[in-house]
């Protein structure tokens, strides 16, 4: 087996620092002390790193394929942006003659193993990972390897959102259940309620964040914020039951914003679909049926991975970094009156 | 560039037969005239043609790796379909130590120019082609090609459904709703109607088959299942229109059966869900929404399609043949009283 190539951590460890401060050497130098960034230098030049070598090969091999992770088919309404993100990105890709290979994973560690596999098998050039969440060991392996990645999900709990070894591209929810909320005022609506997924999920907590900050910028405070929200897992029974709870705790709402169309489809046929509702992922459950969601625009998620897969291993310190926060599109949609369907 | 191969076409060309005489010559030769067997085995021999050299290629080669074909997403409720079954391939081909690589095309002939693409590249060994139709020029390719190949879907107007160099695989929508029928029946439905796709689709024919044969074990004669079907575009709206045409025609209906759950969810949105309605597919919608749906067990459809790409190329004249028919299952959902929806 050929010699394994040095990496990040290595060089870490040879200096006695962290990771993140070996990428400060290597893209913020004037941020590190003269002595630790002369012992990291040290390091770099002793075992040979070259950081992004793989990030290099991906630009000048011919064919290059990139590695997408495929989970079981879970069933459910909202697991399809997944899906589309896929469709969108197979075609953008095979238009910039990259193709797309698929695994995979029964959990992060399993997904690691598969990483390897596919590394040392020459198989894929780089990968494209999606649904990050806090403490994603998946990343730090990617930039531990040298190989060239981008995440379909911002690094949560990362405190540096631009840091130049993790390219990644979001939809900012927050910024959607804000434009939600105006969009609800504009036909008339004043109390808008929020059914949220249970904190401590990233997407859920940004989009609640979106509701909230709209609402206090009208002047309701915290109070009135804890009145007009419920937690529910994502599930049509789940949100049926949360609706009631949420009505009886605030009889006095005019619309309700929806963490997933799961959740707002639970909300229309509890409340037999006289209350605006705004779901999230404008799924084709949204447009067969008829009411409103917050579009992820996964084309244009699809094109910024791929245009920043082409800048990985040429991000410049100071630069722009690599990361792209695609506002998404509010769908508003005329809801019918009740017409009876289901109970 | 290397000699191109011969191929199934050039044998047929240069002893002036069909494709099919050359395939059964290779397959059941007892069914051949001695005089034009005599001539394609000398065309055989004269050319060096050896049927499904690639095949041997797949099964010699460690890292194998099939393609499968990724449509842009389109949108509606029935299109997850294929989804779930590349869900289920790209799981099922893992644990064979088979990698999925997706490709795209806008139409046949631009498949076929892949085709070109992947096979001149090496890239894949074999590939999976979902929704066949009637004279489909893509099997056609890869058989001329000696290309592995297993299709989710039958050999549509081809009268030899166990041609050897076809292999196949699909789902008896015929069977699945015959059993639909039967199961309306058990719960006290009498008068069963039919929500149909216009004629001339394979799978769309094969579903209203099913229905229009359980009617006439009843007794139910031609001109009565005229009056109790319509035909409808796949769209919710255009179902609704048809269940109103449909409902005007026979407004004696106890339940419908649709051709898939978008015409399904017309008919329940239609009717306000005051009649039993059956889809196809069993989308997450009629899961989210509650009706009961004809499941096509993708998993077992994948199941097969690689064992069936296994046996590619060991195919024996006489033997059991290369396909397999899925019975789908009949989901049954309580369908609630009306409560209410959209209008």
Redesign the interface.
């Known amino acids: 087996m050929a010699r394994r190539l040095p990496t990040i951590g290595d060089v870490a460890r040879a200096a006695s620092v962290s990771r993140q401060t070996v990428s400060n050497v290597l893209n913020s130098p004037e941020i590190v002390r003269a002595q630790t960034r002369a012992r990291v230098e040290a390091a770099i030049a002793e075992l040979g790193y070259r950081p992004h070598a793989a990030a290099r090969r991906l630009r000048t091999r011919r ?1 290059s ?1 990139i590695a997408v992770r ?4 879970v ?3 909202s ?2 942006v997944l ?2 993100f ?3 990105l ?2 953008r890709a ?1 238009a910039k003659g990259l ?6 994973a029964t959990d992060a560690a399993d997904e690691i193993r598969q990483f390897r596999r596919l590394v040392d ?1 020459a ?1 894929v050039d780089a990968f494209v990972l999606a649904a990050t969440y806090y403490g994603d060991p998946r990343t730090e392996w990617l930039i531990e390897h040298g190989q060239p990645f981008v995440t379909f999900g911002r690094p949560w709990g990362i405190a540096d959102l631009s840091d130049p070894l993790h390219f990644w591209v979001d939809v900012d929810g927050r910024a959607g259940v804000r434009d939600a909320v105006a969009r609800l005022r504009e036909t008339g609506a004043q109390q808008i309620g929020f059914l949220g997924w249970p904190a401590g999920s990233g997407t859920g907590d940004e989009r609640r964040a979106g509701w909230a900050a709209a609402l206090r910028e009208s002047g309701i405070g915290d109070s009135e914020l804890v009145r007009l929200t419920v937690e529910s897992e994502d599930g ?1 029974a789940e949100a049926r039951a949360a609706t009631r709870k949420l009505l009886a705790q605030a009889s006095d709402l005019d619309a309700i914003i929806a963490a997933s169309d ?1 959740l707002a ?1 639970g909300v ?2 509890e409340t ?3 209350l605006p509702v705004v779901g999230f992922d404008n799924t ?2 949204a ?5 409103s969601s917050i579009d992820q625009r ?1 084309d244009e998620v699809a094109a910024a991975a791929l245009e920043l897969l082409d800048l990985v291993g040429h991000a410049e310190a100071g630069g722009p970094g690599g990361h792209r926060l695609i506002a998404p599109d509010v769908i508003m949609r005329a ?9």
Chains 1, 2 share one sequence.
């Open positions: 064919a394929t495929l989970d079981p088919f069933g459910g309404i697991g399809a899906d589309r896929l469709h969108a197979t075609e095979e193709s797309v290979m698929l695994y995979t098998g198989v049509v799961t489809l229309l046929i037999a679909g006289a084709p459950v447009e067969a049926i008829g009411f996964v809801q019918g009156p009740a017409l009876g369907l289901v109970g």
